[in-house]
């Protein structure tokens, strides 16, 4: 007989179907506690309330999207390479999941996360983590001037971000790829 994972478990898992597919606004609590199998009571024992279970859910979101983006950017011997190794992985998550609508986080903000001061501290973290990786990518390729590159490359990826709320991330992540290896590229 299958175990059941713990209701906090449970309830995060729900809540990162049913928003991802949804978006977070869009669904309510009742919907979770459904979907978890799990009594309000639970939900607020573990989050407090639905704020609070947004803000454990955005920074599941980044946590995994860190680890894949750590293990895949690894695998890259050459730091020249690396910058456009980034936007591989993002057409990588564009091609896993068919409904990929992009960068749950940024998804996030749009939707008016930041107004609640958890979930604003995890969206700043992840965007200013996210701004010092590019950066530092920028550098170990050589770009001439890292910090201009990396945000240059944070652009890119709220351009893909942007195609894969329409469904063409995969393609926005290629063509992403494509421009950093011009970005980078010295000049001749």
Same mark, same amino acid.
């Given at each position: ?8 478990e ?25 979907? +978890?199998?799990? @009594?309000? &009571?639970?939900?607020? %024992?573990h989050?407090?309330?639905?704020? =609070?279970?947004?803000?454990?859910? *955005? !920074? ?18 050459d ?12 057409g990588a ?7 990929w609508?992009?960068?749950?986080l ?8 930041? +107004?609640?001061? @958890?979930? &604003?501290?995890?969206? %700043? ?5 996210? =701004?010092?990786?590019?950066?530092? *990518? !920028? ?11 990396g ?10 971000m942007?195609?894969?709320?329409y ?11 494509t ?10």
């Amino acid at each position: 007989m299958a175990r059941l994972a713990p209701p906090r478990e449970r309830i995060l898992a729900a809540a990162d179907r049913l928003f991802t597919a949804h978006g977070i606004r869009a669904v309510g609590i009742d919907a979770i506690l459904r979907e +978890s199998g799990c @009594a309000k &009571a639970t939900l607020y %024992v573990h989050f407090h309330s639905k704020d =609070g279970l947004i803000a454990a859910y *955005l !920074a599941g979101r980044a946590a995994r999207f860190r680890e894949r983006l750590g293990q895949d950017l690894r695998a890259v011997a050459d730091p020249r390479e690396r910058p456009g190794a980034f936007f591989d992985v993002l057409g990588a998550l564009a091609r896993e999941t068919k409904t990929w609508r992009g960068d749950a986080l940024l998804g996030a903000a749009v939707e008016g996360c930041v +107004s609640e001061p @958890a979930q &604003a501290e995890v969206l %700043v973290e992840h965007r200013q983590w996210l =701004g010092v990786l590019l950066e530092a *990518l !920028a550098r170990e390729a050589g770009a001439g001037d890292p910090e201009i590159a990396g945000r240059e490359l944070l652009l890119l990826h709220d351009g893909v971000m942007a195609q894969a709320f329409y469904g063409n991330g995969a393609l926005a992540a290629a063509e992403a790829k494509t421009a950093v290896s011009r970005l980078l590229s010295p000049s001749t």
